[in-house]
């Protein structure tokens, strides 16, 4: 253990470098898109991925982020479905008001393709079916970024 970690859970390792929480609160999509590009990072050129963080009413991050790494090309309503109601029951828990905002993440994309226009359609109809409100959809490749759906 270094001698100027008082805290004594320090080690080395790929979380050593995750970036700190917004300190304010995520008013708009470039916010989102911004937030994500900079938790995803590296991990951007990798397998295809879903990131999703949730934020409060008054859209404060909350502290914690769900990456779903090496995800298939064509969605599983049922699945979807299951991440959509955990994500629920933590929103009305810790967050009441609060909302989604997800990044689908794949080397090759970053815009407007088959593999995210299929992703953002199965959250977006698992969310509206579950009452459970999106502020964000963003897509994210290893050489570009946009968002898609507010």
């Known amino acids: 253990m270094d001698s100027d970690d008082s805290?004594?859970?320090?080690?080395?390792?790929?979380?050593?470098?995750?970036?700190?929480?917004?300190?304010?609160?995520?008013?708009?999509?470039?916010?989102?898109?911004?937030v994500m590009l900079s938790l995803v990072g590296p991990e951007r050129a990798g397998p295809p991925a879903l990131w999703l963080v949730l934020l409060d009413a008054a859209g404060m991050m909350l502290p914690a982020v769900l990456p779903l790494v090496g995800i298939p090309l064509q969605p599983d309503t049922a699945q979807v479905r299951q991440v959509v109601v955990a994500?629920?029951?933590?929103?009305?828990?810790?967050?009441?008001?609060?909302?989604?905002?997800?990044?689908?993440?794949?080397?090759?994309?970053?815009?407007?393709?088959?593999?995210?226009?299929?992703?953002?359609?199965?959250?977006?109809?698992?969310?509206?079916?579950?009452?459970?409100r999106v502020c964000a959809v963003v897509a994210i490749g290893e050489h570009r970024a946009r968002v898609l759906a507010r």
């Open 87 to 132: 994500l629920g029951d933590i929103l009305a828990h810790d967050a009441p008001g609060g909302a989604i905002a997800v990044a689908v993440v794949r080397a090759a994309g970053g815009d407007r393709g088959a593999f995210e226009r299929a992703w953002e359609h199965a959250l977006r109809v698992a969310c509206d079916d579950l009452g459970v």
């Open 7 to 34: 805290s004594g859970w320090a080690a080395p390792g790929p979380d050593d470098d995750l970036p700190a929480l917004p300190v304010h609160p995520l008013r708009d999509v470039d916010d989102i898109l911004d």
